[in-house]
């Protein structure tokens, strides 16, 4: 996947996984890249357990993005001292 891909792919996951986390997003950069991190964790996690992660910009790899930012985000949460859920 080139840059510009994962920039969509994690603006949308970003985006998704805060408003499941705490409602409201961190901020258009924020989002980014806690979402292009999640992706990556989610990417991570689902290899390892269904064997497949990312695939490119689509429904599945969307899905594994949007897991992986609550996981991000979740995390992110707990360290900052932030409200979630």
Known sequence: MGIISWIILGLIAGFIGS?????????MIMDIVLGIVGAIVGGV???QIFGSGIT?????????AVAGS???LWAYHQISGKRSL
């Open 19 to 27: 408003k499941i986390v705490n409602k409201t997003g961190q901020g």
């Open 56 to 64: 490119g910009l689509n429904i599945w790899s969307l899905i594994v």
């Open 70 to 72: 609550v996981i991000v």
């Open 45 to 47: 996690i689902f290899s």
